[in-house]
Nanobody, 114 residues
Framework: QVQLVESGGGLVQAGGSLRLSCAAPRNIFSFGTMYWHRQVPGKQRELVASITSGGSTNYADSVKGRFTISRDNAKNTVHLQMNSLKPEDTAVYYC????????WGQGTQVTVSS
């Protein structure tokens, strides 16, 4: 079963930074678009950022200027650098890869304390 593997979540104070990482199988990473989503209990999963195989990026308005998505082609890994974190960024963050169909990671908890 194909799975994406996330890491890097944790507890941080407001204003701090975290970097999430997602390792993907080479074919998905090389040819597919990679996404980061987040979900708070009781709410719908929200798209945070995306990056195409060519490196084009998009961000949710709520994270523009604070989060940066990037690719490490040597390691088949996508990163989400999160700066100036706010308590409302608290959520479980999920990585998704899309190549013909969707592939998801297991999620990593990010908690931002005020």
């Amino acid at each position: 079963q194909v799975q994406l593997v996330e890491s890097g979540g944790g507890l941080v104070q407001a204003g701090g930074s975290l970097r999430l990482s997602c390792a993907a199988p080479r074919n998905i990473f090389s040819f597919g678009t990679m996404y980061w989503h987040r979900q708070v209990p009781g709410k719908q999963r929200e798209l945070v950022a995306s990056i195409t195989s060519g490196g084009s990026t998009n961000y949710a308005d709520s994270v523009k200027g604070r989060f940066t998505i990037s690719r490490d082609n040597a390691k088949n890994t996508v990163h989400l650098q999160m700066n100036s974190l706010k308590p409302e960024d608290t959520a479980v963050y999920y990585c998704r890869g899309h190549l013909v169909r969707d592939y998801w990671g297991q999620g990593t908890q990010v908690t931002v304390s005020s």
